[in-house]
């Protein structure tokens, strides 16, 4: 009897203890799954560097997180990214920085017309203490911002042939959601229409729009090239993203798992910005090749007629912006100028 008791007992702790590491064990194999959507193509800075993000974090974390990336809008377009993250249906975005401004009326200083003279003035901008600040901004709305992804700098491509803001009056133009980008057209002298990144081949192409602004590696890669004339080569503002997570699901993550995370972040940040020049570089060259749109380089003459149109556009928005962060994003700039353009002595 008193054996069979002790049999009965130790069976029930077998199985007791089995069930318990069982399912102790399967549930730390349940990954955190981290939906990560963007809206371009996988050969693109963005693309690459949240594939990246995705080999490295599931590197670091093995079995603890699985990241699976949505390009192209297929899960969430430019209008329904944000919303989406606040709700909590994806958990990564990384949209452009002209994507923000119903969060925080200071991130469009990166939108104001010619502010930065090339993307290293704009890079050195995001490492400054006011630009790591914008990453803090929207906390209060539920959003971390965790890093600046560079794509480069944008031009104006339409389907005539142009060269100077002249030409382009009365030119309807695909903007994104920028308000800094609606007023900038007008000043220009032109129509600022805001569409959302996944219709602007279409609206290229049916003449619903006649112009657009974007990196080379975004007209590219999404054929704008195919659909317009000519690229004018502006360098007029900065293409750059902010990746940014629902503070509430961000601040939840055990620690391991937000330092995992953070460090595959870091990484795949470093490996966005080194490739980020060479893929606009490499985008310029196919566009060349395709003999699709003809590539213009201005004259020093004909850039400074877009610069002219400047003005109005940062009197509206100083004020919402701030002075002194203008300022600060423009002394960049200034420090960048080559010694060479400093004005020759005579001899
Ligand atoms: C992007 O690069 O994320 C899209 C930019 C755009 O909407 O033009």
Redesign the pocket.
Known sequence: MFKKITNLLTAISFFAVTTLFGFSASAQQAPIVIKLS???AEN?P?GLASLKFKELAEKKLPGKVQVQVFPNSQLFG?AKELEALLLNDVQMIN??LSKFDRYTKKIQVFDLPFIFKDAKAAADFQKSKDGQDLLKSMEDKGLIGLAYWH?GMKHFSANKEFRVPNDIKGLKFRI?ASDVYESFMKALGANGQKMA?AE?YQALQTGVVDAQE?TYS?MYSQKFHEVQKTIVETNHGI?D?MVVVNAKWWNGLPADIKKGLSEALAEATVYNNKIGQEKNDEAKKLIIDSGKAKVVKLTDAQLTEWKKSVAPVYAQFEKDIGVDLIKSAQKHSQAAQPKAEKPATKK
């Open positions: 963007h809206v371009v693109t963005k430019d949209p452009s794509n994104q990144f602007v974007n975004n293409l993203y």
